[in-house]
């Protein structure tokens, strides 16, 4: 039996057409279609039910690969954005973000916490200039987040507005990301001149955007966002200045695999407020020296639980979530998210595990339908562990 395409749509970009038209495999987030996998064309986009690699795995492998080896541009609209403006912006967001709030022109990784040091929020902070702030983060908790920076703004003088259907936008990424970008625009984007982690607005393709060095797929990329009105020509541009350099489309799963590969978590799933900083890893960004919504309970988070990245041997089947973790025939914990990492050709499944209970990674197994299999713990991502690629 096959599964086509569904029909009834719910929002849609100025792109949506045309991504059906060459093959796209839609999915839905926060109401917005979104692009999961690029078939060959428009007949032979279709999923077909399966408990076992579905019929994408190919497609996906495909995608991954071009991104890794050449360039590859993937719609951005389904990101939140979130813009703070006037006297007491940073103010606002050194109290509510629990990192080091970036200088204009730059970008910053953050946690947000709530009041009892639980995770609230992975978001990137870019700071447009001393009182203008865009946070960029997840689509499906915009309005969350839009009610925590609501209700927390009060005694402050600045002015708040989720611009998430404001700005749409494509992310180039892959080795040949930059050939493609400086093509389309006037700014010099040279290593040197646009670094890792610069914002900047600027016009690409003759449009204004803003554009920020950084990606998910832990090569060196770029995400550009636009009105929604340019979106069109944007695409156009990029696709015709990266022919020669084989630009490709790709969609959520393929973006997904490659963050497996480096071991980066998820929100909804790895990162949520069931868990804390501490035990996510994103203690790291923490600012310790300023105080911030939670930050009492987050420096006293004693737990020993971490989230884990493991290989499972499989061959045919991959984890989705919740699957059971186990050592020594007894549970120690559950599958937050996972699936096939295509590029090194791995299964990997993360799970929040106690550190001190494991001595070894001798004896994990994961229950998938069923079945047990083995894991190995990964000790560094499995690609690019050193972050030079996306430094480059």
């Known amino acids: 039996m096959k599964l086509y395409q569904k029909v009834e749509n719910k929002k849609t970009t100025a792109l949506y057409d045309r991504f059906v038209n060459q093959g796209a495999v839609m999915g839905d987030g926060f109401g917005l279609e979104s692009v999961l996998w690029f078939a060959n064309d428009k007949k032979d986009a279709y999923e077909e039910p399966t408990i076992k690699r579905s019929r994408s795995h190919n497609y996906v492998s495909k995608e991954v690969i071009n991104v890794r080896e050449n360039v590859g541009v993937m719609e951005l609209a389904n990101f939140s954005k979130h813009e703070f403006k006037g006297p007491d912006a940073k103010k606002f967001l050194d109290y509510v973000m629990a990192g080091k709030l970036p200088k204009p022109g730059r970008i910053s990784l953050s946690p947000m916490l709530t009041r009892k040091g639980k995770l609230y929020g992975d978001l990137t902070v870019a700071c447009m200039d001393d009182n203008e702030f865009m946070i960029f983060g997840s689509g499906a908790a915009q309005e969350m987040h839009r009610r925590w920076f609501e209700s927390h703004i009060g005694k402050f003088n600045l002015e708040y507005k989720n611009r998430s259907d404001d700005f749409h936008g494509l992310a180039i990424s892959g080795p040949k990301s930059r050939e493609v970008l400086q093509k389309v625009v006037r700014d010099n984007v040279s290593n040197e001149k646009f670094k890792f982690r610069d914002s900047r607005r600027m016009y690409v393709a003759g449009v204004p955007a803003i554009v920020n060095r950084i990606s998910f797929t832990g090569e060196l990329g770029y995400e550009i966002y636009v009105a929604p009105h340019y979106q069109i020509k944007l695409y156009e541009e990029l696709t015709e200045a990266g022919k020669e350099f084989n630009i490709k489309p790709f969609g959520l799963r393929a973006l997904m695999s490659m963050r497996l590969e480096k071991n980066w978590g998820a929100w909804t799933l790895d990162y949520r407020p069931d868990f804390t900083a501490k035990e996510t890893g994103l203690d790291a960004f923490i600012n310790w020296d300023k105080e911030f919504i939670g930050k009492k309970y987050a420096k006293e988070d004693k737990s020993s639980n971490k989230l884990t990245p493991m290989v499972v041997e499989t061959n045919e089947i991959d984890v989705t979530y919740n699957e059971a ?28 595990l106690d550190t001190n209970k494991l001595n070894s990674g001798k004896g994990i197994q994961v229950e998938i339908n069923g079945d ?12 690019d562990p050193s972050g030079s690629k996306m430094r480059s």
Request: glycine share 8%; net charge positive.
């Open 325 to 352: 973790v186990l050592k020594d025939d007894k549970a120690i914990g559950y599958v937050t998210s996972g699936g096939f990492a295509h590029f090194v050709n791995k299964s990997v499944a993360f799970s929040y």
């Open 372 to 383: 047990l299999f083995n894991c190995n713990l990964i000790k560094e991502p499995l690609y």
